[in-house]
T-cell receptor, first 115, second 117 residues
Framework: DSGVTQTPKHLITATGQRVTLRCSPR?????VYWYQQSLDQGLQFLIQ???????AKGNILERFSAQQFPDLHSELNLSSLELGDSALYFC??????????????FGPGTRLTVL | GDSVTQMEGPVTLSEEAFLTINCTYT??????LFWYVQYPGEGLQLLLK?????DKGSNKGFEATYRKETTSFHLEKGSVQVSDSAVYFC????????????????FGQGTILTVHP
């Protein structure tokens, strides 16, 4: 158990809908990262927050957005869903804003299926 | 851009065989290198890491040495077990010249390892 929790574990929805994925980092970690794992794209970095502020941005679609709240939990919002958004979404957390020796601890993931 | 290339899989071995999974990288700057493992139905777990050239990371019998001259970070284990069956990901984090990482892990495509009794 990494200490990172993600809810829900599974999510099934229809095209065009909007969903919210939630992540609670390990106690004491200030950084939260979101990754998408799909068969065709592999593991892709989406976005990082550090202590409530956006820190780095990767291959995140404009239909996707995220935020980190004062209690440090984070939410990833996916809207106007398409079939291709079906994937496993991981959250990770770390103590620092991403130093070389910093380790990211991953949650169990949320499996999103868009029908 | 920065990238990680892993040997094509899947890899199938008998128990107690020697394991090597090749990993090479391309990076502009000074990366830290990682191996993560993903067991069936689970999230990623850090297996080992190395933060500078010639460092050796090791954990649970697995080892990898950061080779700057060959831009490689190959994963090895002397004697694999059935319980090592999983997907293994090589990854890097890049830092700017000042040593502050951008925080983004760049992953290889993953290598599926299956170990038979």
């Amino acid at each position: 158990d990494s200490g990172v929790t993600q809810t829900p574990k599974h999510l099934i929805t229809a095209t065009g809908q909007r969903v919210t994925l939630r992540c609670s980092p390990r106690s004491g970690d200030l950084s939260v990262y979101w990754y998408q794992q799909s068969l065709d794209q592999g593991l892709q970095f989406l976005i990082q927050y550090y202590n409530g502020e956006e820190r780095a941005k990767g291959n995140i679609l404009e239909r996707f957005s995220a935020q980190q709240f004062p209690d440090l939990h984070s939410e990833l919002n996916l809207s106007s869903l398409e079939l291709g958004d079906s994937a496993l979404y991981f959250c990770a957390s770390s103590v620092d804003p991403g130093g070389l020796a910093d380790t990211q601890y991953f949650g169990p993931g949320t499996r999103l299926t868009v029908l | 851009g920065d990238s990680v290339t892993q040997m094509e899989g899947p890899v199938t071995l008998s128990e107690e065989a020697f394991l090597t999974i090749n990993c090479t990288y391309t990076a502009t700057g000074y990366p830290s290198l990682f191996w993560y493992v993903q067991y069936p139905g689970e999230g990623l777990q850090l297996l080992l890491k190395a933060t500078k050239a010639d460092d050796k990371g090791s954990n649970k019998g697995f080892e990898a040495t950061y080779r700057k001259e060959t831009t490689s970070f190959h994963l090895e284990k002397g004697s694999v077990q059935v319980s090592d069956s999983a997907v293994y990901f090589c990854a890097l984090i890049l830092a700017n010249a000042g040593g502050t990482s951008y925080g983004k892990l760049t992953f290889g495509q993953g290598t599926i390892l299956t170990v038979h009794p």
